[in-house]
């Protein structure tokens, strides 16, 4: 059973300045909902109502946010916008949230760490929700936990993406799993790798049981609680912080990660170009498109 779900929501929210100056990137909307509720959503919907989030500096609006607010719901008691608060005030009453800060910036592995006192032994969910993944009709992460219950061991959820975008995100290969066309058992990762530097994956594209270098990394992950030592021991990598890619390599080269390519889409709501797309795919989903 996978219980608590892990929001790393201390960075800076850099490619987002200026609005992300005062306001947490996890909070920026879409549509009329901050993106990190549609992940709080997204986990209590694959069965997990525990959410621990590590927040930082500035980022004291989530906590208001998953809170209630007493004096603004008793203003609109009774009135025609009372209905505006249902979706958050449910949020709210089906999870209990957890906070930790982190005081340094040093890497997704190092908040994933900072996690730690949070989460404790047991095997645990991570959402990076600034990546909106939709997969269909069934969420993500329920599918992911499907396949950790089947092989026990730490799951990514990857995609594929063109050769020329390799340096944004963590990339893998790995070795089809007999009987199905979408898991993997990987093999070996690299933390936003320079595409020259994988030439040798793209040799291996040839073989269909094989996934290239093409596939990233999507920010959603089923991780072992043995995560946690190895974080602590590994070196600083990609750009002198703590990666959480190369602590599931340690994981990887035992053979204990599995990665499902999922057929969804994925909005990269930290990039302006990805955020646009998300409002513009939510605003026709609710026909307020034409
Ligand atoms: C992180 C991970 C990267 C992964 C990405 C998904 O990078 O380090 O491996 O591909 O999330 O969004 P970040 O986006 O935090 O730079």
Redesign the pocket.
């Known amino acids: 059973m996978i219980n608590k779900c892990l929001f790393p929501a201390a ?1 800076y929210g850099t490619r987002f300045l200026p609005a992300t100056k005062a306001v947490p990137k996890e909070m920026l909307p879409i549509l009329n909902k901050p993106l990190l509720q549609y992940g709080v959503e997204e986990a209590l919907s694959a069965g997990i109502n525990n959410m621990a989030i590590v927040t930082g500096r500035g980022k004291r609006a989530i906590e208001d946010h998953f809170d209630n607010a007493s004096e603004l719901e008793s203003q609109l008691r009774g009135t025609s916008k009372e209905h505006y608060l249902d979706d958050i005030k449910s949020v709210i009453e089906k999870s209990t949230f957890t906070y930790i800060r982190q005081t340094q910036m040093l890497g ?1 592995g190092h908040a994933i760490l900072t996690g730690e006192t949070l989460i404790g032994e047991e095997p645990f969910a991570v959402i ?1 929700a600034d ?1 909106l993944c939709i997969d269909g009709d069934i969420n993500l992460l329920s599918k992911m936990i499907k396949i950790y219950e089947k092989y026990q061991c730490s799951v990514i959820a990857i995609e594929e993406i063109p050769f020329t975008q390799t340096e944004k ?2 990339v893998i290969s790995g070795d089809l799993i007999d009987g199905t066309n979408d898991t993997y058992r990987v093999t070996n990762m690299f ?2 790798p320079k595409s020259h530097d994988l030439i040798e994956f793209v040799e291996d594209r040839v073989n269909p049981n094989y996934a290239s270098s093409f596939m ?4 959603r992950y089923i991780l072992t609680p043995d995560i946690f030592d190895i974080l602590k021991k590994i070196k600083p990598g990609k750009n002198g912080e703590i ?3 190369d602590a599931l390599l340690f994981q990887a080269n035992q053979g204990k990660v599995i990665a499902y390519k999922f057929k969804g889409k994925r909005f ?1 709501c ?1 990039s302006v170009e990805g955020y646009i797309k998300a409002i513009n795919y939510f605003a026709k989903k609710q026909e307020l498109l034409k």
Request: a negative charge; charged letters at 25%.
């Open positions: 960075g997704l990076l990546d995100y963590g933390e936003k990233a990394i999507a920010g990666q959480i890619t990269d930290g």
